[in-house]
């Protein structure tokens, strides 16, 4: 009986030592996949309140459903999600994701908010998400991606495919 109540109080000690994950609320954009639930943020990084020119946006994972993140690996920069800058000011940069050279993304201000716009069919749309479904079995390959946000100019909602 006593081993039990020490395990359970220690168990009890453990969870209120786990601190809680804290995702920021807004995001330049995000990118989630078919395979399963978790997605991959991409916020601004700031250095001294403008735009970081080397390093432009922060991308992590958020898995578990929101319960943990965690830096993209070696791939995931190298193969698919990882950044790589075009040009950087301290207020704008172009950037595009390297599995998706040919969408380039201006990192800037609109309206007061740091945002990622892209240019699609005439239209400037302020991108909030980009959804990719993947081709199973394997699920490594990329069937289309899904780019969903609104214009810069009316604020229509608007949704494009690209296929890779």
Same mark, same amino acid.
């Given at each position: 009986?006593?081993?039990?109540?020490?395990?359970?109080?220690?168990?009890?000690?453990?969870?209120?030592?786990?601190?809680?994950?804290?995702?920021?609320?807004?995001?330049?954009?995000?990118?989630?996949?078919?395979?399963?639930?978790?997605?991959?943020?991409?916020?601004?990084?700031?250095?001294?309140?403008?735009?970081?020119?080397?390093?432009?946006?922060?991308?992590?994972?958020?898995?578990? !459903?929101?319960? +943990?993140?965690? @830096?993209?690996?070696?791939?995931? #920069? =190298? *193969?698919?999600?990882?950044? &790589?800058?075009?040009?950087?000011?301290?207020?704008?940069?172009?950037?595009?994701?390297?599995?998706?050279?040919?969408?380039?993304?201006?990192?800037?201000?609109?309206?007061?908010?740091?945002? !990622?716009?892209? +240019?699609?069919? @005439?239209?400037?749309?302020?991108? #909030? =998400? *980009?959804?990719?479904?993947? &081709?199973?079995?394997?699920?490594?390959?990329?069937?289309?991606?899904?780019?969903?946000?609104?214009?810069?100019?009316?604020?229509?909602?608007?949704?494009?495919?690209?296929?890779?």
């Amino acid at each position: 009986m006593n081993s039990r109540f020490l395990a359970v109080c220690l168990l009890a000690l453990l969870c209120l030592s786990i601190k809680a994950v804290t995702i920021p609320k807004e995001h330049v954009f995000l990118f989630e996949r078919s395979t399963n639930g978790n997605y991959i943020c991409y916020d601004i990084n700031l250095k001294d309140g403008k735009l970081c020119e080397k390093e432009p946006l922060t991308a992590y994972w958020v898995l578990g !459903g929101g319960t +943990r993140t965690e @830096g993209l690996t070696f791939l995931d #920069r =190298k *193969m698919a999600f990882g950044v &790589k800058v075009v040009s950087a000011k301290k207020d704008e940069a172009t950037v595009y994701l390297t599995a998706h050279k040919d969408l380039k993304i201006r990192i800037c201000r609109h309206k007061g908010k740091w945002v !990622g716009i892209v +240019r699609l069919d @005439g239209h400037e749309m302020i991108l #909030r =998400k *980009m959804f990719a479904q993947m &081709k199973p079995p394997l699920s490594v390959k990329c069937e289309y991606v899904d780019l969903f946000g609104t214009d810069a100019t009316t604020g229509e909602k608007l949704r494009k495919r690209i296929t890779p």
